[in-house]
């Protein structure tokens, strides 16, 4: 199904998704996208849907023909002390607060959201499906948080961070059990559960 360009003709539409609400380490990152009226990227999609290599060319385009982009993230410290929900939507502000273009309408990846600065929104469930803003949002987002967890994996190489990016794998799991939690992780997930196949996020 090809995505939608545009939610309303009338309205400059800021695209928000985030990526790492599911992970049981690593930061929360969010992006926003305002497209540029010629863009016309085909290939772009829900960030889980692409390849490695699609996302990082895809990256490329989406940044040189967007009217402007954000990235935001926060640390697994903020998500412990406000949970992962508002550490989201935090962060979808946060990359918000970037943009000098100011949007006159919010298009949110999923089903919940706080008002930003009286700027109207609408959530859209499996957004990242159905919106070119939101799916371009999601590639940033993606692509910026595996960079990030690909470099701690360097420091901490005994979690697999470097293919798991952080979710809650046989590996990840098995790392957790001999060697602890990292200062990465989030202390207010659940890290000492034993693993089954139906809980691989991947």
């Given at each position: 199904m ?5 939610w309303s003709?009338?309205?400059?539409e800021?695209g ?10 690593g930061?929360?990152?969010a ?9 016309m ?5 829900d960030?889980?849907?692409l ?12 940044k ?7 990235i935001?993230?926060?640390?697994p410290?903020?998500?412990?002390e406000?949970n ?5 939507i ?6 918000l607060d970037q943009?000098?273009i100011?949007?006159q309408?919010i298009?949110v990846d ?5 008002p930003?600065?009286?700027i ?5 469930v ?9 799916a ?11 960079k990030?967890m690909m ?21 990840h799991r098995?790392a957790?059990?001999k ?5 990465h ?9 034993s693993?089954t196949?139906?809980?691989d996020?991947?």
């Amino acid at each position: 199904m090809e995505l939608l360009k545009k939610w309303s003709d009338n309205y400059i539409e800021a695209g928000c998704d985030e990526v790492g609400r599911g992970c049981l380490c690593g930061p929360v990152v969010a992006a926003v996208v305002i497209l540029d009226e010629n863009f016309m990227q085909n290939l772009v999609n829900d960030s889980k849907k692409l390849t490695f290599k699609l996302r990082a060319e895809l990256d490329s385009y989406i940044k040189d023909h967007s009217q402007e982009y954000a990235i935001a993230e926060l640390p697994p410290s903020f998500i412990d002390e406000h949970n992962i929900l508002n550490a989201s939507i935090h962060a979808m502000h946060r990359a918000l607060d970037q943009l000098k273009i100011r949007p006159q309408l919010i298009l949110v990846d999923g089903n919940r959201f706080h008002p930003y600065n009286f700027i109207p929104h609408q959530c859209i469930v499996k957004g990242d499906t159905k919106l070119l803003s939101i799916a371009a949002a999601s590639i940033l987002a993606k692509n910026y948080r595996d960079k990030l967890m690909m470099e701690l994996h360097e420091e901490f190489p005994h979690y697999g961070w470097n293919t798991n990016m952080g979710y809650a794998t046989r590996e990840h799991r098995d790392a957790l059990v001999k060697f602890g939690p990292t200062i990465h992780h989030r202390r207010s997930f659940r890290l000492d559960y034993s693993y089954t196949d139906e809980d691989d996020t991947l």
